[in-house]
């Protein structure tokens, strides 16, 4: 854990450490998330994908222009956010951890880190359009394995609740 910290200059929040400690990455997370990157691969969004910032600025600048978000309206999670409102300067210092750029990427922002030092995550997809915004790592797995129970099939495989996740995290 500390190379990859020491190779980002950062110290990652705990419960995407403790994932990482526990299983360094994980395959096929969902329809739209490919995987999670394991520590060798996880990196800052402008390092991996500076053309995909560019271009959603691009499109920011052609549309209506950028209009900053205020307090009550960015601090909303779950089912009553809106997806477009986001911080887009925020993705210049997002940490990639996860997923494609054509399905939908996770990402950590370390600009909005909550009082136990875990970092906003997004799923973050041009089809949206926008982010879905989590209030932590932690709070992004337990939705993602929300969703996935909601699949017939998943519904009847035996111990498939959240503690899954929870051991991991």
């Known amino acids: ?29 969902d329809n739209m998330i490919d995987r999670l990157l394991s520590t060798q691969e996880i ?4 390092s991996r994908n500076q053309e995909l ?9 052609i549309g209506s222009g950028y209009t900053p978000v205020p ?4 601090f909303v999670y779950g089912d009553e956010q809106d997806s477009t409102l986001l ?12 997923g494609d750029s054509n399905q939908g990427l996770l990402l950590l922002n370390p600009q909005i880190v909550s009082e136990n030092n875990e970092w906003e995550a997004w799923f973050f997809a041009n089809w949206l ?8 790592f ?3 797995m ?15 495989i035996p111990n498939s609740d959240e503690n899954t996740y929870k051991k991991l995290l």
Not at 43 to 46: C, I, S, V
Not at 71 to 74: A, F, G, N, P, V
Request: aromatic letters at 10%; hydrophobic letters at 40%; proline letters at 5%.
């Open 1 to 29: 854990m500390l190379t990859v910290e020491a190779r980002l200059e950062t110290t990652l929040p705990p419960s995407f450490r403790n994932f990482l400690a526990a299983s360094n990455g994980w395959q096929k997370l």
């Open 142 to 156: 337990l939705d993602l394995h929300k969703r996935l129970l909601e699949l017939p099939k998943l519904r009847e």
């Open 87 to 98: 911080r887009n300067e925020y993705l210049q210092t997002a940490l990639e951890i996860g």
């Open 129 to 136: 359009p926008g982010a879905h915004r989590y209030r932590s």
């Open 53 to 61: 910032i560019d271009g959603w600025m691009t499109g920011i600048q």
């Open 43 to 46: 990196d800052w969004l402008a």
């Open 71 to 74: 307090d009550e309206e960015y």
């Open 138 to 140: 932690y709070e992004l």
